[in-house]
Structure formats: C-alpha cells, structure tokens
C-alpha cells in the first residue's frame, strides 16, 4: 500500500529522508552511549549498539517521514516548556525511538524492536506521545502551522450499528491526521460541537482506521492529567529554589524513592492510580524497577491472586518453577512469572531458533483463527533445531495460548512504571512543592489519561 506521507522539511545538507534520519540517530546516540564524555565519535559506541541501530534503520526504510514528524514535535514540546512522558506503549522497544529522544527509557536487552514494528504486519510504526493535557491546543496548533493548515485535522470516529455506518460523528480521543495536500481535495468533511468545551470542529467522515487503509497517517497525542501537575510542580521548585530539575533523567535507583515506595505512604496510592498498591509496594520493599514494573502490571490488571503470589516469590526468595529452564532470563523480571508478551517472544526465538521477526508475527497470531498454522509452523522448527523436547515444547505452547489474553506489553508498563517512579521521586525530594501542585489538586486516585483536545 502506498503511504501518503505529508512533506517534511529536510535541512540542507541531507539529500533525503533517510540520511537525515540516520544523521540524527547517530547524533542522539553519540550522545547516550559514549564510552568516554569528552570524545563523541560515534567509533566509541559499543558494536552491539551499532548493530541494533542498523538493524532498525533498516527495518525503517521507507518509514523515514514517520518517526522525523514525531521527532520534530517531541522537540517542539520540549523547547516549548511541554512535559512529555518517557514513552508509551511498544515504543521503548525501539532504540532509534531513545537515540531520537521521542522515549527516554532505555531499551532493555529483552525488548525487541519488532514488537514496536513488524514489517508486513504494521502499517507504519505508530507512536504514542503523551503530553501535559493543559497544552494540547498548542501542539495541534503547532502541528497547522508547520504542515498547512488544511493538511491537519483532528481525527474522527464514526459509529456503526451491526455493519452498518450510522450518520453520526464525534471526535477521536488522541488521533490527528496528516495529509499530504489539502483534505478537503481528499475526503468529505463534517463540523461537530464537541461535548466538553462546545467548540466547533471539523472532523473527517471517514474514521481513523478507514482514512488509514487509504495509507493516511495519524499521529496519537494523549494528554495525561498527571502531567500538569508534575509540570507545576518542576515549575515552582525552579521559582522557590532555582534548580531546575531535568524530568527525562531523574536517576532510577535512587535509595531514598526506593525507601519512601516501601513506606506505605498513601500518597502512593494517588500517584500510581491504584489504591492499595501501597500496602503491596511495602510487602515487596522494592529496590530496582522491574519489581514495580511487575506488581504495577498485575494491579492494573486487576490479577490480585497473582499479586498475592508474587508477593510470597519475592518475600521468601522463590522463582515460579513453571518455566525453570528459563528462570535466569526472567527470574529478575518477574521472579519466573510470564506476565509480559515479550517473555513469551523470547520462549517462542530460544526454543524455535526461528528469527525474532518470525517468533512475533507467530506471537501474534495466537490471537487469530491462523493459530493452529502458528503452533505448527513453531513445532517443526523446534524439532528441526533439536534443542528442546518437542512434546515440551507443545505444552509451553498450549499455556501460552491459556494466558496470551491478558499478558501485557512490557515496554509499556515499564514506560508507565518510569513515568511514576519519577512523579514519586519529586514527592521524595520536593515534598511541599509536590503536596501543594499534586496532592492538593488531584481530585481522584487515577492520573488518567485524557484526550488531545
């Protein structure tokens, strides 16, 4: 399918979309990865991380325009003062998504670009930003002003009833929608009063998905309430004591954050969404992220019996012994537990020997009617490879079929968990500016998120 990319704005100097995508990976990277800080030849990055870098940008050949688009924005937020989130959803599975500075989590060795963008099975490879919901008119401003005015509109959602398209509009939650001319040379447009703020807007009749399939891209803003009081909260320690404080590297092993998660405090409670994770955070005593990262995945989940069990794994120093031959892969994640879709993708590529392309797009139709293929096509190359018993195998396949349903993604739980570990590490060191921007105006215990505008 041919995409439409709307034009973007190559510097002089680069003779297409390409080489200015690399030129920026490469910067970003010499950056992030130098072995020494005075010398930022990109000689000094590791060869693995030259070899992950190059594997992507070729995967992302063609895709260029997509990933430049969402670079620019994420800068245009930054130098404009816009709190961004460090990533969202698959997105910190990529390392030119960190080398870009779109996510600001490093990747961890069990992510797997893939499961970011599948070639073949994606369209393009979709990013999520998430923003500070009180600036989202600027971004969509932002966005006219650089592309056309008439090059962008917010996306739509059409109802259906059965299979058939009911004549009424609304707007989407987060989607906007870049075209390469003007759209009304493009689709039927119609103007709706939004609900909330009774502005008018105009809206596609066509829904994303459907404007999609005709190869238009959208790009996905979510504005997060607990953006805008973080963002005030940064705010008033820069005016009451003249530090400002950089959200995107807040250090991720602080001891004093790490004392306060195990404390029980209820202001936990309001900064994580949950009530109750509290009391299980003191259970745990957390001291690296992946722990919060799993009981944050189970809670959101509403897995409390899981919960529960993890809780006796880490307090008596046990690993779950379902999947033993793996335990030194996952016994720091999730103390055994297959809780994440990426543990499954890493199963299916050590017993299959099978590419990690290939081990995800049989992942991924575990979801479908073309499971039984899938598990075949997974049988075969176990026994071809001669590693693991195929019967074994079989049983593996048959639990992983069981759960798939409610594994989640670990990249976008970790990008979650980050995301309040930071917001957590403010309420540590600032304590009276978070209580007065945070605590004080959070009506409720969920940092939901809301929508673009």
Request: net charge negative.
């Amino acid at each position: 399918m041919k995409i439409h990319w709307p034009e973007v704005k190559i510097p002089d100097g680069f003779i297409d979309a390409e080489s200015y995508l690399r030129h920026l990976v490469y910067q970003g990277a010499k950056e992030k990865f130098v072995y020494d800080d005075n010398d930022s030849n990109v000689e000094n990055l590791r060869e693995e991380r030259i070899g992950f870098i190059e594997h992507e940008l070729e995967a992302l050949k063609g895709y260029e325009p997509y990933l430049i688009i969402s670079y620019d924005l994420v800068n245009f937020c930054r130098a404009e003062g816009i709190l961004v989130s460090p990533g969202y959803w698959n997105a910190i599975n990529s390392i030119v998504n960190y080398c870009l500075g779109i996510t600001t989590t490093e990747p961890d060795s069990y992510f797997h670009f893939e499961s970011f963008f599948l070639k073949g099975m994606d369209l393009y490879p979709k990013l999520n930003i998430q923003v500070d919901n009180t600036r989202k008119d600027e971004i969509l401003e932002y966005l006219k002003s650089t592309y056309g005015e008439y090059h962008v509109l917010r996306a739509g959602v059409g109802h259906r009833k059965g299979h058939e398209r009911v004549p009424v509009y609304d707007v989407h939650a987060c989607g906007i929608c870049i075209f390469d001319r003007p759209y009304y040379e493009i689709i039927e447009t119609t103007d709706i009063t939004e609900k909330e703020s009774g502005k008018r807007t105009t809206v596609p009749k066509l829904t994303m998905e459907e404007l999609e399939s005709l190869g238009y891209i959208n790009i996905n803003i979510l504005g997060m309430n607990c953006l805008t009081p973080t963002s005030q909260t940064l705010q008033l320690i820069k005016q009451n004591k003249g530090e400002i404080i950089d959200f995107d590297h807040i250090p991720d092993d602080d001891p004093a954050t790490m004392d306060f998660l195990a404390s029980g405090n209820e202001d936990i409670d309001v900064i994580w969404g949950c009530k109750g994770i509290a009391k299980d955070f003191a259970s745990v005593k957390p001291t690296y992220m992946q722990e919060l990262c799993a009981i944050n995945s189970l809670w959101t989940l509403n897995l409390y019996d899981d919960i529960d069990y993890y809780i006796y794994l880490v307090q008596n120093d046990k690993y779950d012994d379902r999947f033993e031959l793996f335990e030194e892969i996952f016994s720091e994640m999730s103390r055994g537990l297959i809780l994440y879709r990426e543990q499954i993708l890493c199963i299916l590529f050590i017993m299959s020997g099978l590419s990690i392309a290939e081990c995800e797009r049989i992942r991924r139709q575990m979801s479908t009617s073309n499971n039984l293929s899938a598990k075949n096509t997974f049988l075969d190359w176990v026994k071809s490879c001669g590693g693991y018993d195929v019967d074994e195998a079989e049983k593996i396949w048959d639990y992983f079929m069981e759960i798939h349903g409610k594994v989640v993604s670990m990249a976008h739980y970790l990008s979650l968990t980050v995301l309040w570990y930071r917001i957590t590490w403010l309420r540590v060191h600032y304590p009276e500016e978070f209580s007065l921007c945070y605590i004080k105006r959070t009506q409720r215990v969920c940092p939901a998120v809301s929508s673009i505008v």
